[in-house]
């Protein structure tokens, strides 16, 4: 079974803080990472993708990938209220065509 | 906008019943997945089709079946519903297996 990982939180910050979002993956031939945003009954909202080892920053998020250690974060940067939401962790597996496992989530709340 | 869209945005079925959830995609998306996103859950993948053809398929029954037709729309469908059934179905797009999907609103299913 190809498993992601994540705290479920919530994880608390105060507003222009930053926020740490941790992730682990079981497959070693995953290729592929993302982190989406959902906030409360709505759909997932991509926000970060990040294929190699290393950090990718766009705007207020930074993402973190480490292959050897099957570990991958999301760090924002000032952030605020309107951040609240819970953050998916998706992984593309290695199975020859496009699938997505993402773990379960972790809250994030950031007050003002 | 993420380009994709979902009918209907909420349904109400009983059990034993049928049910056909709809997807239209961006042009060129050839790439179109189905997840089920339970309460507190993260999105499950139920499978992908590619360009008219299912060419993966996560841990989902037979009663779970799909078709993606060539203007870009595809379609779910669902027999002998079950009250574990209930959740909310989502949509995912993307131009080819290499880039990121992107997710509609979703169709929100309750069975009684």
């Known amino acids: 079974q190809k498993e992601v990982e994540q705290n479920s939180g919530p994880l608390s910050v105060p507003e222009g803080a930053i926020a740490s979002l941790n992730c682990t993956y079981s497959?070693?031939?995953?290729?592929?990472f993302f982190w989406y945003r959902q906030y409360s009954g709505k759909s997932p909202e991509l926000i970060m993708s990040?294929?190699?080892?290393g950090d990718k920053e766009d705007g207020r998020f930074t993402a973190q990938l480490n292959k050897a250690s099957q570990y991958v974060s999301l760090l924002i940067r000032d952030s605020q209220p309107s951040d609240s939401a819970t953050y998916l962790c998706?992984?593309?597996?290695?199975?020859?065509?496009?699938?997505?496992?993402f773990g379960t989530g972790t809250r994030l709340l950031v007050s003002p | 906008e993420t380009g994709v869209t979902q009918s209907p945005t909420h349904l109400i079925k009983t059990r034993g019943q049928q049910v056909t959830l709809r997807c239209s995609s961006q042009?060129?998306?050839?790439?179109v997945s189905w997840y089920q996103q339970a309460l507190g859950q993260g999105p499950q993948f139920i499978f992908q089709?590619?360009?008219?053809?299912?060419?993966g398929r996560g841990n989902f029954p037979p009663r779970f079946s799909g078709l993606q037709f060539p203007n870009y729309s595809s379609e779910l469908n669902v027999n002998a519903l079950e009250l574990d059934d209930s959740a909310l179905y989502l949509c995912?797009?993307?131009?080819?297996?290499?880039?990121?999907?992107?997710f509609g609103d979703g169709t929100r299913l309750s069975i009684l």
């Open positions: 089709y590619y360009r008219e053809e299912e060419n």
């Open positions: 998706a992984v593309n597996v290695d199975t020859g065509f496009q699938k997505l496992v």
């Open positions: 990040i294929y190699s080892n």
């Open positions: 042009s060129g998306h050839n790439t």
């Open positions: 497959d070693r031939g995953s290729q592929s």
């Open positions: 995912a797009s993307s131009p080819d297996q290499n880039q990121p999907q992107h």
